[in-house]
């Protein structure tokens, strides 16, 4: 059969897109290792801000690579998490990659036994990183939760058997200058617990832009070409299920302003959660929305922007959060462990991106968590 034209060409482009992306893994990898980057790990211990007498806190747990579970009394939110970690040669396409059962088996029961009251499980994008294991978590450990995300992700995960709990968010999406709809998880679908005058937890998707992988050479050299590996979108039902990492399409990107309400429906914690880097307008709330308790920022792909001085630095001047969570910093090509290292790509640039932090947020009103560890914040109700 002939190959049309345009296919060719888009063959030979993911040809020269991957080799160069094994090329940049493998020196990765050498990299990997060689003596590990002083870095400033600030466990969220010091971010407890929950003494006595506290009557009412949110707690914050890191999963990794990106992951996190936010918990407010009987409501959750979850974010897709990654436990398989599949290695640097794997993802490059060459190899077949796959959620890890046995891992994720393991690693929930250490980590994440807590799974009660998760309304919703939440999709930034659809990279493996964000979404390999997702399926599975949910089928096994949260039936009924409706995941939210990118159409790509609907189309990516259509052959699996998740009985219509997947549900896009481009129509309903923010951006900096207007907010988007609130969605009220536990009001919708056929397994409604309430309604949205009495729900106690809402989010809003804010549109977002993920930023080139990496960069070719590395920016001191004085230019670049950026690399950013698995850019498209899914756009029909996929009969089959992703086989690697090159399947896992980005789609859209976006981020999260998620509210834990009291039964009036006041806000009392307000969070914004994004698994692609603040860089510019991407992924910025309006200013409508005001100030926030708690930012999870990504740490990944700040690196390889025009204007990483200022990441994430605008964001921060803008939502004016209590606490800050430093988040998909470590290194998720090897398996989770409590002493993790940042990821080679970051270990110049996290340094410097922590005292951009530590220059608006007071010692103890940040983190740099590794995966499992927990942060427990007081409640402070809005006027």
Not at 140 to 147: C, M, R
């Amino acid at each position: 059969m002939t190959i049309p034209a345009a296919r060719s060409v888009r063959s030979v482009v993911r040809s020269l897109t991957r080799a160069v992306l094994v090329v940049t893994l493998a020196s990765s990898a050498a990299a990997a290792q060689r003596p590990r980057t002083s870095i400033v790990r600030h466990p969220p211990a010091r971010v407890l801000d929950c003494t006595a007498p506290c009557t009412d806190s949110v707690t914050v747990k890191y999963l990794g690579s990106g992951g996190i579970l936010l918990r407010h009394g009987g409501d959750a939110i979850l974010t897709g998490p990654l436990f398989s970690n599949p290695g640097l040669i794997e993802v490059s396409g060459v190899l077949p990659v796959h959620a890890r059962t046995d891992v994720i088996d393991r690693r929930m029961a250490a980590i994440f036994p807590d799974r009660q009251g998760i309304a919703a499980i939440l999709v930034g994008h659809s990279h493996y990183d964000h979404l390999m294991d997702v399926p599975y978590i949910a089928e096994k450990y949260v039936p009924a939760v409706p995941i939210y995300g990118n159409a790509t992700m609907l189309n990516l995960l259509a052959s699996w058997p998740l009985r219509g709990r997947l549900r896009s968010v481009e129509g309903t999406a923010g951006d900096s200058a207007r907010e988007g709809t609130w969605i009220y998880p536990k009001a919708e679908g056929p397994h409604a617990t309430h309604t949205r005058a009495d729900s106690t937890v809402r989010f809003m998707a804010l549109r977002a832009r993920h930023p080139a992988h990496y960069l070719l050479p590395p920016r001191s050299r004085g230019w670049s070409l950026p690399l950013h590996v698995y850019r498209r979108e899914q756009r029909e039902p996929a009969t089959e299920y992703p086989a690697t990492a090159w399947e896992w399409a980005e789609g859209e990107s976006f981020a999260f302003v998620i509210d834990f309400l009291d039964e009036r429906g006041t806000v009392l914690f307000r969070t914004h959660y994004a698994d692609t880097p603040a860089w510019g307008a991407n992924g910025m709330p309006p200013r409508s929305l005001g100030r926030f308790d708690l930012a999870a920022l990504c740490v990944g792909g700040s690196n390889t922007v025009a204007g990483e001085d200022s990441i994430p630095t605008a964001m921060l001047r803008r939502i004016q959060p209590r606490y800050a969570f430093l988040i998909h910093w470590e290194d998720f090509f090897v398996p989770q462990t409590a002493d993790p290292r940042p990821l080679s790509v970051l270990k110049k640039a996290i340094g410097p991106y922590q005292q951009r932090v530590a220059a608006l947020l007071a010692p103890d009103h940040w983190s740099l968590p590794a995966p499992g560890d927990v942060a427990r914040f007081a409640v402070h109700p809005r006027r």
